[in-house]
């Protein structure tokens, strides 16, 4: 279980790291079952990322492995990203910027380049 | 436009009310365009109000007034909540809880009564 | 078959009667199909009620009759509103506002009560 | 926030450069929400492009840059795109003929080659 505190801390050591690189971003936690704890769209960060950042996170905590890890078998089996985005009504986002959290629940961050985002999604797990 | 750090303190205003009624909620505020822009869920609100706050927000900023003021419409017309429901692919909610705010956006709150509920939603206006 | 000079002749009555009455509205034009032609939201105009025009357009012009009709059959059926609604994906919304266009297609209009667009509507009827 | 009159003059300048070229066109205009706020269907125009203008007005509008560039982005990974739009509930449409506005909300055309629909909107932003 995510609690909103821990959530929040995470979320704003997401938000410092994304600061220092000078990039706006959405960043969301989720819990064990994918359900959104907490979320900051930081100013300038475009509203299609939205969806980004949770889609993240909830396939980071579906999954329980990076969103990298799950993209790299997806590149292998181009068909099945589409497949699972559509099974999942579009929740399923691999890719940079998803990680499970330590303590239960995931971090997903979107809003600039695979590195960037896999950067500040680091920052948020501390 | 509704920036994050005004957004945050929106938040913290809800939240304050509803932990001072001692009710766990989620409390969602969205920008003119009825974009996320930040979100909190409190330890122990329930997953199935997240999309409810989600909800009253987007709604009370599509349509510029109160949730209570539409719901009020609405229950003059049954057929028109599931309608609309469905025309906005599940978006639309109305009732207690969903306000503007001042400087533009929306606060959507969900998770106790519909007093409960308007009462943190208003709490947020400051 | 509606052509767009004919639909932005009407969008521009239904948009001078909209003026006069000092409602901003959102007026559509639709063809035979159901499908846009024209579309234009007035200053104002709030954007919950985009897909609400949009909707009565399609749905007058789906049936042939106009909204009122619709809506008055579907008042003695409550269940069937929402079975339609989510039988169409969301497209079906009877009531005022929505009527066949003479030459083909249909008008939907939305932002006001149900009397001031169905006054919208018969305005862009010429 | 793009008012009714400014979308016209793009809708205008957009259709006259569709004219000049001999192709029919869907042309959007949404605001920086993405919502729509004028749209045309030129005489011939397929309404499988109603969709198409709307979409990419919406995605240039979402992530504020030319829909060329988050195409060219997709191309160098595939999967993205069938994501993206699935996760954006079909609204994600990236590609030539999708362009951000200077005063704020975006252009999307679509009805010709990708060339042509980026013409077209070039076009509209005058």
Known sequence: MTDLEQALEV????????EEIGVPMCIAVVDDGGHLVAFARMDG??????????????TAA??????????????????AAAVFSTATDGRFLAGEGGLPLP???????SGGTGDQ?????????G
Chains 1, 2, 3, 4 share one sequence.
């Open 103 to 109: 303590g239960g629940g995931a971090i997903g961050v």
């Open 62 to 79: 579906s999954a329980g492995v990076p969103g990298s890890v799950l993209g790299a078998l997806v590149e292998q089996n181009p068909r």
């Open 117 to 125: 985002d896999e950067i500040v999604a680091k920052a948020g797990l």
């Open 11 to 18: 979320l704003a050591r997401a938000r410092a790291a994304a």
């Open 45 to 58: 960060a475009k509203f299609l990322t939205v969806d980004m950042a949770i889609g993240k996170a909830w």
